[in-house]
């Protein structure tokens, strides 16, 4: 592959684009890599999650 270059999809995992040195055609591998700022985001937005559901246990117990 040439002209690689790490990517983050929207989903916050790890990916490499680049061109084919035999073809040249565009080229798309999942994985690896050494991650970007989208993908610690997306950790710390994980909690939030977890606490809107500690919300709703606790207003369940009032009942």
Avoid: S
């Avoid at 680049?18 to 937005?45: D, E, P, Q, S």
């Avoid at 919300?55 to 117990?61: F, N, R, S, T, W």
């Amino acid at each position: 592959m040439a002209g690689e270059k790490q990517v983050v999809m929207k989903n916050g995992r790890n990916a490499t684009t680049g061109t084919c040195t035999v073809c040249g055609t565009k080229m798309f591998k999942i994985g690896g890599g050494g991650g970007g700022v989208k993908a610690k985001a997306k950790a710390k937005a994980k909690p939030k999650k977890a606490a809107k559901k500690a919300k709703k246990a606790k207003g369940k117990k009032k009942k």
